[in-house]
Every structure is written in structure tokens, then in C-alpha cells.
């Protein structure tokens, strides 16, 4: 990794088998990757095996890993669906299990549902504001009936090209500026 790029994770909000999240993110990481502004990388929750907040020792490998892996970025493109006009109990869990890592930083949002997930990023940005996280502006919303085919093969329409690049340039503008306040 260049050590004067800032470090943004493109975070895969959900965890369930046939998930269509890693191709969304796959996504967002080939056109983040074109702008060589910041080193993106996915990070995938359930490589943490996080527990369910509460209920583990708190010294989990994976609970620690998750907060060192959170530490080492500074901005943030989270990868977010809609389950029940809210974000995924996963990745709320992810949220809640980590604090002050996640303060002082940006973030965008990448949603997808029936009306492109933007009932759960709306939540998401309710919940931004108390972890400190400064969610931009611009916000890709992919609709599962145009976007996938079967909802399920992810074929994205060309307009959302631009979105992408937008919120892109507005996570790493504002990443770079929170970095000197932490
Ligand atoms: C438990 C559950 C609840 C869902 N609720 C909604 C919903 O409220 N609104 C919506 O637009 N889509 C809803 N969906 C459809 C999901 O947005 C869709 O299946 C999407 O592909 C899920 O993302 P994933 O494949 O990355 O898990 C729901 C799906 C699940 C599994």
C-alpha cells in the first residue's frame, strides 16, 4: 500500500449465504481502483466471526481484528441492503461493536432494494451520527429490479457510474480533512 494515500474500506453490509454484496462491492472497488486517489479494499464482516454483541468475552480473535482492521482506515464506502426497511442486523452489529475507531472519519453509502435501499441508508446515517462517521452527500441507490438480473446477477445501469465517482471523491476529500483531527 502507498503510505500517503488514505485507507478507505468498502464494507460488505451483509452476511448471508447467496448474498449479492461481494459483487456490489466488487464493483465499487474496480472504479474506486481507476481513480488511484486512496487504497481501497473490501472488508468482508464475516471474516471477523464477530459475536453478537454481549454475548461473547469481548476477547474474541475476530473482535479484536475487527477493531484493528477499522483503526487502519480512515474513510469508509459501506455496502448496505435492505432487510425489513433497515439495515442488516450484521452489519449493525459490526457498527456496535467498535467505537472510537470509527470516529472522525468519512463515509458513503452504497445502497440496494425494491426502492434502492435507501430506507436502510437513511438508517444508516442516523446511526453515522453517533459513531462520529460523516456520511457524504452523494449516494448510488441500485434498484434490484433494473440493476440485477433475477435479482440475484448484478448488471448495473451506466448512469450510476458517475454517482459512484462523486460519492468516491467526496469520502476521500472529507477522509482527508477528519484525518487532522484525530
Ligand atoms: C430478511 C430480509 C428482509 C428484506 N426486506 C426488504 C425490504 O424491506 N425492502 C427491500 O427493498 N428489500 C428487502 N429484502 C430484499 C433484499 O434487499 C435483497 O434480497 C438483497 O439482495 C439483499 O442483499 P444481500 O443479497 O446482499 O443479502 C429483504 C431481504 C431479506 C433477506
Redo the contacts with the bound molecule.
Keep these: 500500500m502507498a503510505q500517503d494515500k488514505l485507507n478507505i474500506g468498502i464494507i460488505l453490509?451483509?452476511t448471508?449465504q447467496?448474498?449479492?454484496?461481494p459483487q456490489?462491492g466488487e464493483w465499487v472497488k474496480g472504479i474506486a481502483d481507476k481513480r488511484g486517489d486512496a487504497n481501497y479494499e473490501i472488508v468482508d464482516i464475516t471474516e471477523y466471526k464477530l459475536p453478537f454483541l454481549g454475548e461473547g468475552t469481548g476477547d474474541e480473535p475476530g473482535l479484536q481484528a475487527w477493531n484493528q482492521k477499522l483503526a487502519s482506515l480512515d474513510g469508509f464506502v459501506f455496502i448496505v441492503?435492505?432487510?425489513?426497511?433497515s439495515i442488516?442486523g450484521a452489519l449493525k452489529n459490526a457498527l456496535d461493536s467498535a467505537r472510537d475507531v470509527w470516529y472522525n472519519k468519512a463515509a458513503g453509502i452504497v445502497s440496494?432494494?425494491?426502492?434502492g435501499?435507501a430506507?436502510a441508508a437513511e438508517h444508516l446515517r442516523g446511526i453515522c451520527g453517533e459513531l462520529k462517521i460523516a456520511d457524504v452527500r452523494t449516494h448510488p441507490t441500485l434498484s434490484?429490479f433494473t440493476d440485477f438480473v433475477n435479482?440475484s446477477e448484478f448488471k448495473p445501469a451506466e448512469l450510476h457510474l458517475q454517482n459512484v465517482n462523486t460519492m468516491l471523491e467526496e469520502v476521500v476529500t472529507w477522509s482527508g480533512a477528519l484525518k487532522t483531527v484525530r
Design positions: 453490509g451483509s448471508r447467496g448474498r449479492v454484496s456490489v441492503q435492505e432487510y425489513n426497511h442488516t440496494y432494494g425494491s426502492t435501499g430506507r434490484l435479482f
